[in-house]
Nanobody, 124 residues
Framework: QVQVVESGGGLVQPGGSLRLSCAVSGGTFSNYNMGWFRQAPGKEREWVAAIWWSGGSTYYADSVKGRFTISRDNAKNMVYLQMNSLKPEDTAVYYC?????????????????WGQGTQVTVST
């Protein structure tokens, strides 16, 4: 059974930075493409970023492009989301998810295993 655990969330002021981490256990991590999603109160869960199993390709939602960076360390079974220049509208619960599929990485239904999420709040 694959387990996914996010960490690193917290309260940060606008313009600040946070680094989210996602630990994956079970299965073969290097077989998984990985994604980050977020869900704000009263809104649908939305895709934020994705990274190919090799780390060779990364993809971002327009709303975070240029501010967020997704990366992975296959030796540690970890995925990261570096978030810079944070805005109040980035406030949400952030989720990490795994998939062995290579298409549809922007779609929630593509992913098989999800973490419980970590809260990010951007506020003064």
């Amino acid at each position: 059974q694959v387990q996914v655990v996010e960490s690193g969330g917290g309260l940060v002021q606008p313009g600040g930075s946070l680094r989210l981490s996602c630990a994956v256990s079970g299965g073969t991590f290097s077989n998984y493409n990985m994604g980050w999603f977020r869900q704000a109160p009263g809104k649908e869960r939305e895709w934020v970023a994705a990274i190919w199993w090799s780390g060779g390709s990364t993809y971002y939602a327009d709303s975070v492009k240029g501010r967020f960076t997704i990366s992975r360390d296959n030796a540690k079974n970890m995925v990261y989301l570096q978030m810079n220049s944070l805005k109040p509208e980035d406030t949400a619960v952030y989720y990490c998810a795994t998939t062995q599929r290579g298409l549809g990485l922007r779609l929630r239904g593509t992913y098989d295993y999800w973490g419980q999420g970590t809260q990010v709040t951007v506020s003064t």
